[in-house]
């Protein structure tokens, strides 16, 4: 059982389209991230979320983390060809602070 | 400021050989982690370095081992490679200290025959 479910897995969309995708589990986090990983590329940092409730915004990317902070959503207004990528949650936790990652949402936007 | 640096970028080896994978950490970071990342999946923690001390191992064998620096770069080692063992390998380096943003690399593509 993955600790963090993201969900969809993949999503294909037009450009100009808006959409959706949620990181959800049933611990509760003191923070999340958000990164974005593109084809040959690590992970890049996106947002932290802290507080339950949260909304966050980077130009047309809408983050917000769940009252109980269990579970984050990060929403995209208008996605453009260049928000293609793999959308992670995470979390820091262990005596390293180590990330535990989601399996990711695989986004593909079609110009 | 430099980013992470990671080589090689594509490697491939045979089951039962070694492989060593470098990381330059980005200036002023102290700490170094590796990640493996298989197809489809979201990067699973190895182990993570700071001041050339193992700070913290996941769920990997000890045929999985590593080395930091003085200079804080870092080697992430694999004896008796398998073929599950073919995977992104991502080294994320940060300052010292809890909840310092980690900074990824770019990440060695490792393909076992």
């Known amino acids: 059982t993955q600790l963090l479910e993201q969900s969809p897995q993949f999503l294909s969309i037009q450009e100009g389209e808006n959409l959706t995708v949620y990181c959800n589990s049933s611990?509760?986090?003191?923070?999340l991230q958000w990164y974005r990983q593109e084809p040959g590329e690590g992970p890049v940092l996106l947002v932290t979320?802290?507080?339950?409730?949260e909304v966050k915004k980077l130009k047309r990317l809408t983050f917000q983390f769940g009252d109980a902070r269990k579970d984050s959503s990060l929403h995209i207004t208008a996605a453009q060809p260049g928000d293609t990528g793999l959308y992670l949650c995470?979390?820091?936790?262990?005596?390293?602070?180590?990330?535990?990652f989601g399996s990711g949402t695989q986004l593909t936007v079609l110009p | 400021e430099t980013g992470v640096t990671q080589s090689p970028t594509h490697l491939i080896k045979t089951r039962g050989q070694q492989v060593t994978l470098r990381c330059s950490s980005q200036?002023?970071?102290?700490?170094v982690s590796w990640y493996q990342q298989a197809l489809g999946q979201g990067p699973q923690f190895i182990f993570q370095?700071?001041?050339?001390?193992?700070?913290g191992r996941g769920n990997f064998p000890p045929r999985f081992s590593g080395l930091q620096f003085p200079n804080y770069s870092s080697e992430l080692n694999v004896n008796a490679l398998e073929l599950d063992d073919s995977a992104l390998y991502l080294c994320?380096?940060?300052?010292?200290?809890?909840?310092?943003?980690?900074?990824f690399g770019d990440g060695t593509r490792l393909s076992i025959l």
């Open positions: 979320v802290v507080t339950g409730g």
């Open positions: 995470s979390i820091s936790s262990g005596s390293a602070r180590q990330l535990t």
């Open positions: 611990s509760v986090f003191s923070s």
């Open positions: 370095y700071y001041r050339e001390e193992e700070n």
């Open positions: 200036s002023g970071h102290n700490t």
């Open positions: 994320a380096s940060s300052r010292g200290g809890s909840n310092q943003p980690q900074h």
